[in-house]
């Protein structure tokens, strides 16, 4: 079975697309990297021939940094099944006051943060895998 | 002082190290390296954007910095904005092998990845500064 697809948006300018970026690079490399893997959104939104083929039909999660939504929507527009979209502020509420840093490091809060959102997106998964079986 | 602003734009890549690389040297223009004088956005924000964000390249003199030979960045630029002033293949200056490894959380960098960063960052300035005496 294929891995489950976990997109974050890795936007650039705020904290909030670093705190995607990192949560998923946790998900993908330490959690789960038997049943989930990332791909790389540049190559989604460009059209990358082996990429599209990887994401078309696939199962997938995005993480977004903003409710732009940039990684949900290339997703679905390269012919992903985002099965769950979220996003980084939809979490923020308990962690209001804390600093997490910046676009380009974390803070010990910011990776606190970061552990969280994972946790969410490994239940995300581990619920999906279940669904199948 | 120069009051016209550059733009830095980079992939941020998630599969391989050139992506993460591309990330910082961005940040690193940002903050350390031309502070005020760079205007950045997210990729896939430019590519999905209403049109705002399409006219970047317009502008801005704007500079690609891509982690690998793809060069998402500088293709999704050109094909939605206009020609970019200047680009960096990272894997062309670090090397294809350091390059495309393993995709790196910053919780991980090692002195040998700044160094690259630095790398990368250093040329990156050398194009910006050749487009703002033009």
Not at chain 2, 12 to 35: A, D, H, N, Q, Y
Not at chain 2, 63 to 78: F, H, L, N, T
């Amino acid at each position: 079975m294929s891995k489950i697809k976990v997109i974050p948006c890795s936007g650039v300018g705020k904290v909030l697309g670093l705190l995607a970026r990192e949560s998923v690079l946790k998900v993908t490399q330490e959690q789960l990297p038997n049943d989930t893997e990332t791909l790389c959104l540049a190559h989604v939104v460009t059209g990358d021939d082996e990429v599209v083929k990887k994401i078309v039909g696939a199962r997938c999660i995005t993480m977004d940094g903003c409710p732009k939504y940039c990684a949900k929507k290339s997703v679905e527009a390269a012919g992903g099944e985002v099965e769950y979209s979220y996003k980084v502020p939809d979490f923020i509420k308990p962690h209001r006051g804390e600093d997490h840093g910046t676009g380009t490091y974390l803070t010990e809060d910011g990776w606190k943060f970061v552990d969280e959102l994972a946790e969410i997106m490994v239940k995300t998964a581990n619920e999906m895998q279940e669904e199948v079986i | 002082m120069v009051d016209k602003k550059i733009g830095v734009v980079g992939c941020s890549g998630e599969e391989c190290l050139g992506g993460t690389i591309s990330r910082l040297v961005v940040r690193k223009m940002l903050e350390e390296l031309r502070p005020g004088m760079v205007s950045t956005l997210c990729l896939p924000l430019f590519i999905a954007g209403d049109g705002g964000e399409r006219e970047f390249a317009e502008k801005y003199p704007t500079i690609a910095v891509d982690g690998c030979s793809k060069c998402c960045a500088k293709r999704a630029i050109e094909k939605y904005s206009s020609a970019v002033a200047g680009s960096i293949d990272v894997a062309e200056i670090i090397g294809q092998d350091a390059a495309l490894g393993k995709p790196l959380s910053t919780r991980n960098l090692t002195e040998e990845h700044l160094a690259y960063v630095k790398e990368v960052a250093d040329k990156t300035c050398e194009i910006f500064d050749a487009i703002l005496v033009k």
